[in-house]
């Protein structure tokens, strides 16, 4: 299980900073403020996560709560815009949190 | 308030780092497996909630909680040994996680 | 020389956060994608630096290397806009990157 | 090339992490310590890049550097134990510090 885990982890990390970078570009950055706030959020809690699974941390599940609270709030935002990145991006957040759900 | 938060979270990042190092040079560095694993877990936490405030994050009460829960297992673990940087590293968590318990 | 060394990266880190949060809510955030950027950057390795200090690292001279450039780049940035923040951020990443410098 | 270079980091925060767990399980942790110090190093370091890749910084080609050098110290520590972990990790260092010369 935790091979999958850390394969959406990974994922979910990639998709965020490239939601990041490409909402930069957009035309209108200002509506994308929050998602921009929240790809960023979401990448460095994922980070911290897979580096504490593969160190067999005692504060997976902790980690691992506020991990998909904040991968749900990436997904809700970026569900909103109509980007190829921001629909990746949301993608990929739902099946971190929902991996996270079973480390918890 | 937050002024203090921060301050307190840059406190703890310290101390947890100082006893990260200084129980790697202790005599019986196995005694200190857990303290060295849990010191590092609260630095990198509270690096990330520190951040997190200082940008306004949407994000802050779900990091304090986790950050308030790994700073009291760190508190638990450091405050069993003698030595003054574990105790240092004690108090400062213990204080450390009484400040995010404010931010949840 | 430690102590001002640990002030002046927790300094620029808040500075950078807080001109991140501030960019991200300016009229025109187009124009301050560079330094939402950069920002980003700066906080990030000003973070692992301040860590890799606190625990006597044997990699604090290459972190420092590495910090004194991106810090060196966000200040460029930042000191081409007006915006109170963008001065201010400015200001904290010169003086750091002059305190990373000292660490070579 | 920049999704072997994402994988060679990812590959390289795993090992790193691993190690850092087995090391604090070994029977004589004190011979360990400076491998303990450098897979956290290490890790830390590959998760900034691994982000930075995915945002397109341009900040890339300083944290690379930074990554090799750290990469090839950590190597050069874990292959002097004979701990499979410590050979799994050295390897993994040595590819992605392989990798990162490949940025700069």
Known sequence: MD???QQQLTDC???C???FDACLKEEHVGHMANCIRLDRD???ICSLLLQAIARNSSNVAVLAKACQEICEACAAEC???DHDHCQACAKACTECAEACRQLI
Do not use: M, R
Request: with cysteine.
């Open 17 to 19: 900073n490239h939601c």
């Open 13 to 15: 990390i990639l998709a």
């Open 3 to 5: 091979q999958t885990v």
């Open 79 to 81: 569900s909103k815009h």
């Open 42 to 44: 979401c990448a460095d």
